[in-house]
């Protein structure tokens, strides 16, 4: 039988999961084809690109939703387990599991809405596409792939960002390191950058050349939070203080979570330029500038050239 689509392979993946034991893809993979009953050749389909099958490319999206659900969490890279939701949802012996049944998860809806607040504050869209919108129904081509690298972003900029939490603190300093540098400064050179984070450091992480010529630094701050747990003002109180012992008044500080109210009064009321930069910002800023992605797929939109056609008769 067809590869189902990534919706209609939410069951099979979560039944896959349904011994509650660690499972690497390969095996979530394997009990998905055979639930499935599907054909050596229907295994070797590729997407158009080329870079891998259907079948891989369809069970890593189910299995982002669902996490994003709560249903599974994923333990290491390519290893993922059921939660105790998952089990209580296959407990409840579901005909089809898919985006309306998402829905009724509050960790699901919590995340859509933020991705839809965000989307509303960057511009990127006029207005909330409804459920009952079928794709391609009033779009043209150009605006349904824009869509889709639209969804595709913001699926990537959130698991860059579970990814980072997820990480020792000392990944989160170099990581923001590296991201000034690809971001310019220094002149984009990583030798004039380093990290500096340790016990009794005094607040500050790292530090990087303003520009090429190093002739102002940049004092970096990092915390590691989980989502949720904001950075307060006196944090920033501290870091505000080990910038102006260190002779300077500018600084980043950077956390995977957010900042209080009363953190960003504080900052815009401060002397010293500093620059505030949460959890989704930063997973933003990453893709945006290549930090810790690569591209995988590239596509082309070509048009006629008019001029060509519109050549003087000779």
């Not at 607040?117 to 824009?146: F, M």
Request: charge should be negative.
């Amino acid at each position: 039988m067809p590869i189902g689509d990534y919706q209609s392979l939410m069951l099979p993946v979560l039944k896959a999961l349904a011994d509650g034991l660690e499972a690497p893809l390969s095996k979530i993979r394997a009990h998905v084809a055979a639930s499935e009953k599907l054909t050596e050749e229907e295994l070797s389909q590729r997407v158009p690109s080329g870079q891998q099958t259907v079948l891989n490319n369809r069970i890593s999206w189910s299995l982002l939703y669902l996490e994003r659900a709560g249903l599974v969490k994923r333990v290491r890279r390519a290893v993922y387990q059921l939660t105790t939701e998952g089990h209580r949802l296959l407990s409840e012996a579901p005909e089809r599991v898919d985006k309306t049944v998402l829905r009724t998860y509050p960790a699901y809806a919590e995340w859509k809405r933020l991705v839809q607040q965000r989307k509303e504050h960057e511009g990127t869209i006029k207005a909330a596409p409804t459920q009952s919108q079928v794709p391609g129904s009033e779009e043209t081509p150009e605006e349904q792939l824009g869509r889709a690298a639209e969804e595709l972003r913001t699926m990537l900029e959130s698991e860059i960002l579970d990814l980072v939490r997820s990480s020792p603190p000392e990944f989160l300093e170099h990581v923001i390191v590296d991201l000034l540098v690809a971001m310019g400064y220094g002149g984009g050179d990583a030798a004039k950058s380093r990290v500096t984070g340790r016990s009794g450091d005094g607040g500050i992480d790292g530090t990087i050349r303003e520009d090429a010529l190093g002739l102002d630094e940049v004092y970096v701050q990092a915390k590691k939070y989980a989502e949720g747990s904001n950075v307060g003002e006196s944090d920033l109180r501290n870091f505000a203080g080990a910038i102006d012992a260190a002779g300077t008044s500018k600084g980043v500080f950077v956390t995977t979570a957010g900042f209080t109210r009363s953190a960003r009064d504080y900052i815009a009321r401060s002397p010293k330029r500093i620059i505030l930069i949460d959890g989704e910002e930063l997973a933003r800023l990453m893709v945006q500038h290549g930090v810790g992605v690569r591209t995988r797929d590239r596509y082309e939109i070509k048009r006629v050239d008019e001029d060509y056609f519109e050549q003087e008769e000779l």
